[in-house]
Each structure stands twice: as structure tokens, then as C-alpha cells.
């Protein structure tokens, strides 16, 4: 069983910079892969990026060059640090986690955070 808790969701500016982060807690050992998927409103839920415990890395189009993935293995962490924010960014954003390695498909979730960028 895997616990995330995503933290750093907020308004900002369009041209602003945001950092989520997430918290694995398990049960058992540590997770291999994380990553975030986001839903707008009235929109699917669609994969922005992706890191394996290896720091191998996936990113969707729409953010490639804008945020960069990364890992705190020793803390079961994740960051995704968004620069350039546009308001089409706005959504809610999914942590996922999973045992096994992947870039974009994960088996556990967290509550979402809230993204807004708007002017």
C-alpha cells in the first residue's frame, strides 16, 4: 500500500514558476517509479511527466521544456518544477507511484493539487 500527499499547488502568474512536491509513504520498500498526471476541467486526465528511481524521465509534449521531474529517493519524494506557466497549465495535478518501473503508468494516486494560472 502507497500513501502520496502532493503539496505546493497555487495561483500564479502566467510566465511564473511553480514546484510541486510529492510524499510517498509505504508499507513496504520504496517505490521505483513516480510521476504526475494533471485533469483540467471537463478534461481527461492526461500524463505530464515521469521519473524512475534510476532518474531515467519521461515528459508529455505540452510541458517538454518547461518542467523538469526530479527525485529524492532517501525521502520517497518527487518535485516537478514548472517554469513558463501558461494558463492552458491549469489543472489539477495527480501524483502517481508505482513498485514497478515505468515512465507513465502508475497504481497509486494522490488527492490532487490545484494549479491556477491566471493574470
Known amino acids: 500500500q502507497v500513501q502520496l500527499e502532493e503539496s505546493g499547488g497555487g495561483l500564479v502568474q502566467p510566465g511564473g514558476s511553480l514546484r510541486l512536491s510529492c510524499a510517498a509513504s509505504?508499507?513496504?520498500?520504496?517505490?521505483?517509479?513516480m510521476g504526475w498526471y494533471r485533469q483540467a476541467p471537463g478534461q481527461v486526465r492526461e500524463f505530464v511527466a515521469g521519473?524512475?528511481?534510476?532518474?531515467?524521465?519521461k515528459f508529455a509534449d505540452s510541458v517538454k521544456g518547461r518542467v523538469v521531474i526530479s527525485r529524492d529517493n532517501a525521502k520517497n519524494m518527487a518535485f516537478l518544477q514548472m517554469n513558463s506557466l501558461k494558463p492552458e497549465d491549469t489543472a489539477v495535478y495527480y501524483c502517481?507511484?508505482?513498485?514497478?518501473?515505468?515512465?507513465?503508468?502508475?497504481?497509486?494516486w494522490g488527492q490532487g493539487t490545484q494549479v491556477t494560472v491566471s493574470s
Open positions: 509505504t508499507t513496504r520498500f520504496a517505490v521505483n517509479a
Open positions: 502517481g507511484a508505482s513498485y514497478v518501473y515505468t515512465l507513465d503508468e502508475y497504481d497509486y
Open positions: 521519473v524512475s528511481s534510476g532518474g531515467r524521465s
